[in-house]
């Protein structure tokens, strides 16, 4: 059985620039979930994707965006980098979008702005 | 909103020694409770559940129980090894189904270490 993979590991960025961070979900889950941990926290929400549609959205500005592909694949896309962007940056998937069924996460990406 | 309390750490525990980490929740309905851990480098990986009152999740010598009257979920290991040296997130679900999407709320984390 596959796990979560995400990509890349480790990401040096400068404000104002554009990022894109990929998810590949745990074979057979559905469901994908996008996290931002800052160093010291715990994570927080970002927004969830169930069948392809955005399933709920913290309290996130709209420049962060995501997609959910066919094959439950997922990416987060964050315009108009900030500083406090800087992040673990982590994708969970799961087997249905209510809250009974744990969240797998992956490893994260490291994202850095400068 | 919901949110969720863990005792502040870091905590320094010799082998063998017992560990409490204290948690505390708010939150509106029934939640399902979580504790995760993260070790360095890595990300989050469940460590034990409980989806309803008076349930008690347990895995790897872990256990916590789902007190309702207390709104807690402390977690205890009663002999603690160097291996348990990591990050523990205590979190809650919202999700109960239907329409809810069970967004994980979690604490701040309490960083655990383990000496020989």
């Known amino acids: 059985e596959t796990g979560v993979t995400q990509s890349p590991t480790h990401l040096i960025k400068t404000r104002g620039q554009q990022v894109t961070l990929r998810c590949s979900s745990q074979s057979g889950h559905n469901t994908v979930s996008w996290y931002q941990q800052a160093l010291g926290q715990g994570p927080q929400f970002i927004f969830q994707y169930y069948r392809e549609e955005e399933n709920g959205r913290g309290n996130f500005p709209p420049r962060f965006s995501g997609l959910q592909f066919p094959n439950y694949s997922s990416e987060l896309n964050v315009n108009a980098l900030e500083l406090d962007d800087s992040a673990l940056y982590l994708c969970?998937?799961?087997?249905?979008?209510?809250?009974?069924?744990?969240?797998?996460f992956g490893n994260g990406t490291r994202l850095t702005v400068t | 909103g919901d949110s969720v309390t863990q005792m502040e750490g870091p905590v320094t525990l010799s082998e063998e020694a017992f560990l409490t980490i204290n948690c505390t929740y708010t939150?509106?309905?029934?939640?399902?409770l979580f504790w995760y851990v993260q070790y360095p480098g890595e990300g989050l990986q469940l460590l034990l559940k409980?989806?309803?009152?008076?349930d008690k999740g347990s895995n790897k010598g872990f256990e916590a129980t789902y007190r309702k009257e207390t709104t807690s979920f402390h977690l205890e290991k009663g002999s603690v090894q160097v291996s348990d040296s990591a990050v523990y997130f205590c979190?809650?679900?919202?999700?109960?189904?239907?329409?809810?999407?069970?967004?994980?709320?979690f604490g701040q984390g309490t960083i655990l270490t383990v000496h020989p």
């Open positions: 979190a809650l679900s919202d999700g109960a189904g239907g329409t809810s999407y069970g967004k994980l709320t």
């Open positions: 969970a998937s799961s087997l249905e979008t209510g809250g009974r069924s744990p969240l797998h």
């Open positions: 939150a509106t309905g029934y939640p399902s």
């Open positions: 409980a989806t309803k009152a008076d």
